[in-house]
């Protein structure tokens, strides 16, 4: 009989102990660790790894990028993949309970199902009929869509190999455990051997699989850290679940681009994509209010426009707060400094709120001038033009400096009826050519300010 020993593993990033801790070493986090027993003979087994022992002179393997992709059913949902699915492909999908992920991906294998190609949907969570139930509401009906409720990976792999699926859901990778691990489902141990049963039936067999990883409070992906580094692409499906508007954002892609967005919106009848993104995040913006801008990001290869709004109201108890959504706090701050430094603004003494519409995170600098001018708005009670967008980015000298894909994102305002734009100066040669907009060129944030306010 094997024998068992006891370790102590971080639920948050899998750091592993002889002894419980309170705090996490690695990751920092408190109260993460949890007992786990695991045998010593256990794990390592001797048997060929994917590539069955063979080398290949490198000329003669065939590339991905040649590979054949297939149609998820979905244009926004293809463009986060990189234009489809590819075999042998590996795929995560994490986001909050009750997002939309179930629903997402078997509207997925419905649509697949249906042209030609064979998929298997197992779930742990949820039987048979509740499947059934969903398939209903969401109009599939048909289809060589096979289901399955199972939590045992043996059973799962036996199935794999006498069905031979294209597609293999697997809905969630936290309720599938592995007999040979000595622990609870869902714990770093079990997620970890779990997924890597999963990837080697995928390289091995030529087939695309999905996973659903349930997330921490911090919205990350449950499990250890390596999980995501096993798998081929990591999509989160972000947004709230009293709100419409969901978000499928691509933050690992082996086979395509990087921070690419799909915009989907919840219905009765499942999700449907959002084909102009920019109206949705425009939609019930206020006309003539102080306090509001707009910008143009860019989302992986698409511009969005977003409204940024600000409040900056005085602080009655002389420590003044600082709330954001959507942007970097530490960000925000500095750019408030900017503002009183560069402009004059007595604002650090007041409090100030920050809020990015429609749920987006911004990460890129570009809506930098859009921020200050928001700011600038609120405290100064003086709206900006309602056909004005603000595109740049501002440094602690207060200089704006160009941004990337200027075109792309000029392009973007006009079609959504903006008639003027503020840009750097550096940014003007390269826009020169863009005659369907009166351009701005600005090179400092006091500029600015003397033409806004």
């Not at 309970?97 to 997925?108: A, E």
């Not at 990350?220 to 499906?237: K, N, Q, S």
């Not at 809506?367 to 603000?390: G, M, N, W």
């Amino acid at each position: 009989m094997a024998k068992l020993k006891t370790k102590f593993v971080c639920q948050e990033c899998g750091y592993e102990t002889a002894k419980w801790l309170g705090k996490c070493p690695s990751c920092g986090m408190w109260n993460t660790f949890a007992e786990e027993m695991e045998s010593k003979e256990g794990g390592l087994k001797s048997q060929r790894g994917i590539s069955k022992g063979k080398i290949e002179k490198i000329q003669n393997i065939t590339s991905s990028s040649k590979r054949e992709r297939y149609s998820t059913g979905s244009r926004e949902m293809d463009r986060v993949l990189g234009g489809g699915i590819i075999k042998s492909s590996l795929v995560l999908v994490g986001g909050d309970p009750g997002i939309g992920k179930s629903t997402l991906l078997l509207q997925v294998a419905g649509y697949i199902s249906k042209q030609g190609l064979k998929v298997l949907y197992i779930s742990g969570e949820e039987s048979g009929e509740q499947i059934k139930i969903r398939a209903d509401r969401l109009g599939i009906t048909d289809g060589d869509l096979y289901v399955l409720s199972e939590t045992n990976i043996d059973v799962i792999k036996e199935f794999v190999e006498n069905e031979e699926p294209d597609l293999l859901i697997l809905d969630s990778i936290q309720t599938i455990y592995s007999p040979e691990v000595v622990s609870a489902p869902g714990s770093v141990s079990q997620v970890r051997d779990v997924t890597s049963i999963v990837m080697r039936m995928t390289k091995v067999r030529n087939m695309a699989s999905f996973i659903v990883g349930h997330v921490t409070k911090s919205g990350a992906i449950a499990g250890p850290r390596v999980l995501e580094h096993m798998v081929d692409t990591v999509l989160y499906f972000e947004g709230e679940r009293h709100f419409s508007y969901r978000i499928l954002r691509a933050v690992k892609n082996r086979f395509g681009s990087t921070n690419e967005i799909g915009i989907f919106e919840m219905r009765e009848k499942g999700l449907i994509e959002v084909e102009n993104p920019s109206e949705v995040f425009l939609k019930g913006r206020p006309k003539d209010a102080y306090g509001t801008v707009v910008t143009a990001a860019m989302e992986g290869t698409r511009p969005v426009l977003i409204e940024i709004q600000a409040l900056v109201t005085y602080s009655p108890g002389g420590f003044a707060n600082r709330v954001t959504n959507g942007i970097d706090k530490n960000r925000a701050a500095m750019l408030i400094a900017v503002l009183e430094k560069k402009v004059g603004l007595a604002i650090q003494s007041s409090d100030t709120f920050i809020n990015v519409t429609g749920g987006l995170q911004l990460k890129e600098p570009a809506a930098d001038l859009a921020i200050l001018c928001a700011l600038t708005s609120s405290f100064k009670e003086i709206p900006v033009d309602y056909k004005t967008i603000l595109i740049g980015e501002v440094g602690l000298t207060g200089e704006v400096r160009g941004v990337n894909s200027i075109e792309k994102r000029l392009i973007e305002a006009h079609k959504m009826g903006f008639e003027k734009a503020v840009i750097a100066e550096s940014n003007e040669n390269i826009s020169k050519e863009f005659t369907n907009m009166k351009l701005i060129p600005v090179n400092n944030i006091r500029q600015v300010m003397d033409l806004l306010f």
